[in-house]
């Protein structure tokens, strides 16, 4: 079964050799000198396109940098390495190279208003509470990225899989959070980047290992070869809980929402021209915004229609039209 697999998911006539596929994943071999030059310069380079794109909200310039950020490479050769047993000192580059990429969003953030809402813009907002289905993309795309390295007729796909995976703007996130002392932002973009990282290498290792790139160091290692793909998996579970929990919680806080913008739409049910236009939650309040030319009702019947709607305790804002704010209470109180 596993030979037909490997037949069909990369033919013999396509399948490139160990060495060429070594010569592309570990920057310790050949030309080591060019070949490290090469890395470090387009990692600067796409660090400062990067954060250029975070910090002005620009999707396009975020995607440019991720199309030449070469953060993936070393990472593929971990995962070569782990099938092969060898230690090719990529780990040691992936450490150096996040902690460069970090540098450089803390130092473009110091351009930012010290009052500035982080969470206002998209690039940093989107970076900063991972899913659990982020973690199944970037799974999806590590087997995607090694099976494009080690066919060599699917080469052009590689710029596809370099947007697919976020590698370098979590981690560019991460030093603008931390720039500006947002330490739980920074946490969440760092979580981003590990389970991309963990997906990557774990994919990487499984396709590599399915098209016997590490048969023969398996046949040397013996049983104890299984060591690395235990140990991957167990990471892979540590980053998976966590992003299994965050994804529970944003699916309850988006029901909670939808319920408090029902009851708040039967609170101004009798308001002529009233609408809700939102509900968000925000630092563990929930704020509702309204829209209407006249009076609010009392707020005290709000509360009372989100009593067994939302857990009690939960403060509540009215935002109203012309700057209005009225702090409405807790649910349950």
């Avoid at 971990?78 to 000192?89: D, N, P």
Wanted: proline share 5%.
């Amino acid at each position: 079964m596993l030979r037909g697999v490997r037949a069909r998911v990369l033919p013999t006539s396509q399948r490139r050799s160990l060495d060429e596929l070594a010569q592309d994943l570990d920057l310790s071999a050949g030309d080591t000198r060019a070949k490290r030059s090469a890395f470090w310069t387009m990692l600067t380079l796409s660090s400062v396109i990067a954060s250029g794109g975070v910090l002005t909200d620009s999707t396009a310039t975020v995607i440019g940098a991720m199309i030449i950020a070469p953060l993936s490479t070393p990472i593929m050769g971990i995962a070569l390495g782990s099938v092969q047993r060898r230690r090719i000192g990529a780990a040691r580059i992936v450490l150096l190279a996040c902690l460069l990429v970090i540098a450089a969003g803390m130092l473009f953030s110091q351009g930012l208003p010290s009052d500035y809402d982080l969470l206002s813009n998209n690039q940093i907002a989107s970076r900063t509470s991972p899913g659990l289905m982020d973690l199944i993309a970037a799974l999806a795309t590590g087997f995607a990225g090694a099976v494009a390295l080690a066919r060599r007729d699917v080469a052009a796909v590689l710029p596809g899989v370099a947007i697919a995976i976020s590698l370098v703007p979590p981690l560019v996130v991460a030093g603008v959070c931390l720039g500006h002392l947002a330490w739980w932002l920074a946490l969440g973009a760092l979580v981003l980047f590990v389970s991309n990282f963990f997906a990557l290498v774990f994919g990487g290792m499984v396709v590599f290992a399915t098209l016997g790139y590490g048969a023969e160091a398996d046949k040397t290692a013996g049983r104890p070869a299984r060591r690395a793909y235990v140990a991957m998996s167990m990471l892979f579970a540590v980053v998976f809980v966590p992003l299994t929990a965050n994804t529970a919680f944003t699916l309850l806080i988006n029901a909670w929402t939808g319920h408090a913008k029902v009851a708040a739409q039967q609170w101004l049910a009798n308001e002529p021209d009233a609408s809700v236009t939102s509900v968000d939650a925000v630092s563990q309040t929930l704020y509702i915004h309204v829209r209407t030319p006249g009076d609010l009702p009392p707020v005290q019947g709000l509360l009372d229609r989100l009593e067994g709607e939302i857990p009690n305790g939960v403060p509540i804002v009215v935002d109203a039209t012309r700057g209005r704010r009225i702090e409405a209470g807790t649910v349950g109180d």
